[in-house]
């Protein structure tokens, strides 16, 4: 099983294609196969993700699991302690757009 994954450009949020779109949920990404270097030409002229790419993954009754631990790391979230994270001095820094 092959899925696309990349970066939102507005938050730079982990996204997962899911046929339709970009999710932040890897449950809703699907095989994109073959189909996945033209998928990834068309997303990146369109400029919705930054650097969006395919990996390999294995279907599970949860859903898509990544193949390599660099995108499982990605797509369960950081493998600290959320009150160890840095905080962000403006809130609304999520929404700046460069």
């Not at 970066?7 to 932040?24: F, K, M, P, Q």
């Not at 002229?45 to 499982?72: L, M, Q």
């Amino acid at each position: 099983m092959k899925i696309a994954t990349g970066n939102d450009l507005a938050t730079g949020d982990v996204v997962w294609w899911d046929g339709e779109g970009w999710s932040r949920h890897v449950e809703d990404a699907i095989d994109v196969g073959e189909a996945g270097a033209a998928l990834i030409a068309r997303e990146e002229a369109a400029r919705r993700v930054n650097v969006p790419y395919v990996i390999d993954a294995e279907p599970t009754a949860g859903g898509p699991r990544p193949a390599h631990i660099k995108d499982r790391i990605r797509a369960l979230g950081p493998t600290v302690r959320a009150d160890l994270n840095r905080v962000a001095i403006d809130p609304a820094s999520g929404s700046w757009v460069i």
